[in-house]
């Protein structure tokens, strides 16, 4: 049985051409997670979507302007701490905050749950 506990769910809303420092905005925020050692980040990019604008992000054949989602995981206190960060780093687009419960799947290897290594 594993061991669920609560966290915290953050989403950061905007789109591929934002960036910081000429840098992919999605790639200075995943880097800075990783040097605050919070538990985990993901970035998707998304096929359309429109903001608060109502302008329509999608691939076009001369541009890119898809909407980027980074959906981040940890402990409140180092949500709360992350925050101010990324807040600073943004300068438009969507945050969303959400409470999660989590737990940490972490399987035993193929030969230990059967007593034989799978082969494919």
């Known amino acids: 049985m594993q061991s669920y506990q609560p966290a915290k769910l953050l989403r950061l809303h905007f789109t ?4 910081l420092h000429g840098k992919p905005l999605y790639e200075a925020i995943v880097e800075k997670c990783r040097e605050m050692k919070i538990a985990g980040a993901t970035v998707f990019r998304g096929l359309e979507g429109y903001g608060d604008t109502a302008e329509i992000h999608r691939s076009h054949m001369l541009t890119h302007d898809l909407p980027i989602v980074v959906q981040i995981v940890d402990s409140a206190e180092n949500i709360q ?6 807040e600073e780093m943004m300068d438009k687009g ?19 749950r059967k007593g034989a290594v799978d082969t494919y």
């Open 94 to 112: 969507l945050i969303a905050i959400s409470d999660v419960t989590i737990a940490r799947i972490q399987s035993l290897p193929s030969r230990d």
């Open 81 to 86: 701490r992350l925050l101010p960060v990324v």
């Open 16 to 19: 591929e051409r934002d960036r």
